[in-house]
T-cell receptor
Framework: QKEVEQDPGPLSVPEGAIVSLNCTYSNSAFQYFMWYRQYSRKGPELLMYTYSSGNKEDGRFTAQVDKSSKYISLFIRDSQPSDSATYLCAMSPSGNTPLVFGKGTRLSVIA | GAVVSQHPSWVICKSGTSVKIECRSLDFQATTMFWYRQFPKQSLMLMATSNEGSKATYEQGVEKDKFLINHASLTLSTLTVTSAHPEDSSFYIC????????????FGPGTRLTVL
């Protein structure tokens, strides 16, 4: 079993839809959870960061962490064509350690 | 904001040659930089952790003699792919840690290496 599992998609939704992206993980030591957005042939860009369990909201984006289920989610409301990208979840047990990434989910928002 | 650059952004080389990729933190100092490799439609896989002034720590399965890492200063780390082969063709991405936190890793734009 891989440390971080993420459905690679592709996921195609109409503009304005609510998008739900998910990752599961096996390492209970993970404390830091991140979501990155990566456009084609570019480096990842940090979208959301959550420490331990709970929810975090930033504009159209909401991140949820359920440590008891080892499950994290990213919700995108009112999705836009500009949201079309690959979304990667990443996590780590402590602050200055390398991140463990999911495979990434490719999202297409159709106008 | 914190900016990390990589040079070159893409490179094509012949099999057997060596290629050097630079990773720079432009407006902050980073004692730790990470090097990742990403194959098409795959996730980022950590290759090594680079610490300024000391030897890099390589992940299992990554040949340290093939992928030479030098963290010469607090703003520069280099990855040299020695005797490159077609199977080394990939997208190489570095990240630099601004403040030692999980949310303060900033990624470079990546370098696409194609070995013919």
């Amino acid at each position: 079993q891989k440390e971080v599992e993420q459905d690679p998609g592709p996921l195609s939704v109409p503009e304005g839809a609510i998008v739900s992206l998910n990752c599961t993980y096996s390492n209970s030591a993970f404390q830091y959870f991140m979501w990155y957005r990566q456009y084609s042939r570019k480096g990842p860009e940090l979208l959301m960061y959550t420490y331990s369990s709970g929810n975090k909201e930033d504009g159209r984006f909401t991140a949820q962490v359920d440590k008891s289920s080892k499950y994290i989610s990213l919700f995108i409301r009112d999705s836009q064509p500009s949201d079309s990208a690959t979304y990667l979840c990443a996590m780590s047990p402590s602050g200055n350690t390398p991140l463990v990434f999911g495979k990434g989910t490719r999202l297409s928002v159709i106008a | 904001g914190a900016v990390v650059s990589q040079h070159p952004s893409w490179v094509i080389c012949k099999s057997g040659t060596s290629v050097k990729i630079e990773c720079r933190s432009l407006d902050f100092q980073a004692t730790t930089m990470f090097w990742y490799r990403q194959f098409p439609k795959q996730s980022l896989m950590l290759m090594a952790t680079s610490n300024e002034g000391s030897k890099a720590t390589y992940e299992q399965g990554v040949e340290k003699d093939k992928f030479l890492i030098n963290h010469a200063s607090l703003t520069l780390s280099t990855l040299t792919v020695t005797s490159a082969h077609p199977e080394d063709s990939s997208f190489y991405i570095c990240s630099a840690n601004l403040a030692g936190g999980a949310d303060t890793q900033y990624f470079g734009p990546g370098t696409r290496l194609t070995v013919l």
